[in-house]
């Protein structure tokens, strides 16, 4: 059986969803550190078919890679280059 977990990271609190078979089966939203302990308790090692994914954070302006609206999904804003 293969895992998708998904992580959405956050200052203080972060979000995540274990998925298996395409169905959700696990879901919250935690404090970081919460975090950590249960992917070192429960996630880790990842088997063979697993996948982690954590969304991407744009330090500069603290907003989602990709998100429509919100510059390119490869994180560069053409704005940047101009010039």
Do not use: T, Y
Request: net charge negative.
């Amino acid at each position: 059986m293969s895992r998708i977990i998904g992580i959405d990271p956050g200052n203080s609190q972060s979000a995540w969803c274990v998925i298996e078979n395409g169905q959700p089966l696990q879901f919250a939203k935690e404090s970081n550190s919460e975090v950590l302990i249960r992917a070192r308790r429960e996630w880790s090692p990842l088997e063979g078919h697993d996948l982690l994914a954590i969304e991407m954070i744009d330090a500069h302006r603290s907003a989602a890679v990709g998100r429509h609206g919100e510059g390119r999904a490869d994180g560069v804003d053409p704005a940047a280059r101009a010039g």
